[in-house]
């Protein structure tokens, strides 16, 4: 037994190697599979740089259309991330091993895998065919796709609840509501907060990606001059996505370090 403990010590870099001759292998299989043309590339900068000229002065003249864009995609994103969080959390619980039924795991994990596996884009569509064109269908759509995000983020925060304060409620009789309520909870609510902060300012993004199927917001806006061929204009909305998305990014931060401070 010592042997084969000083054998493994002697020559530890061996596992390291074919770790990264593995790694190697595994990348140089996948840019296999991208085919990628790096002729094709050095060639298409010129074109790289004709897109780019068009995109720039910014044409200010719709700053007040993307405001008023940007404010839909704000509270899309706000009802989206509230309906989706609220929804997530019976998954979440339903899902964690350390509190769930075995047969109850695998139909919540299940449910969320389903949610996960449906493209932002495809819900965008469906819910533009259930109510039409405009910012109901985004909302609807980023709630659900908050679901699959969310829930299996709570999942894991519940998962990480010290098992010691679990079993010695449940030692003293509680119930598994009282369980949740005394046990669980206060350890959750800070990282499920923090979590919620993220997924608002994620979907923000993603809102305006759903634009481009009619979902309402500033990326409406932005395919729409896209399509147009007014580039200027659809710079304008970039600018102001990315100093809103810049500004709650820095507010969400600090209010995760608050939370995390708890």
């Known amino acids: 037994m010592k042997n084969i403990e000083r054998f493994r010590k002697q020559y530890s870099w061996v596992s390291s190697l074919l770790i990264l001759c ?3 292998v595994i990348y140089s299989w996948a840019l296999q599979g991208l085919r990628v043309d790096f002729a094709l590339l050095k060639n298409s900068l010129p074109y790289i740089q004709d897109f780019v000229s068009r995109l720039f002065p910014p044409n200010l003249q719709v700053l007040d259309i993307a405001i008023k864009a940007l404010i839909e995609t704000v509270q899309m994103s706000l009802w989206g991330t509230t309906i989706g969080a609220i929804l997530s959390l ?3 619980i339903a899902s964690a091993r350390n509190i769930a039924p075995p047969g109850l795991q695998v139909l919540a994990n299940l449910l969320q895998n389903a949610v996960r596996s449906v493209p932002s884009i495809v819900l965008g569509l469906l819910f533009v065919a259930a109510t039409g064109l ?5 909302t609807l759509a980023l709630s659900i796709y908050t679901i699959g995000y969310l829930g299996k983020f709570y999942q894991e925060a519940i998962e990480a609840v010290d098992p010691h304060t679990i079993e010695s409620l449940r030692v003293i009789g509680a119930s598994r509501i009282q369980i949740a309520q005394y046990g669980i909870l206060p350890q959750v609510m800070p990282l499920g907060l923090g979590y919620t902060l993220w997924m608002f300012e994620y979907n923000i993004r993603a809102a305006s990606v759903l634009g481009v199927v009619g979902a309402g917001g ?3 806006q932005l395919k729409s001059y896209i399509d147009g061929f007014e580039y200027t204009k659809a710079t304008t909305m970039m600018l102001v996505l990315l100093v809103v998305v ?3 990014d820095a507010l969400s931060s600090e209010l995760r370090h608050r939370l995390d401070s708890l």
């Open 134 to 138: 405009g910012a109901p269908a985004g």
């Open 218 to 220: 500033i990326g409406f």
């Open 246 to 248: 810049t500004v709650i």
């Open 90 to 92: 019976p998954i979440a």
């Open 22 to 24: 593995f790694v190697i």
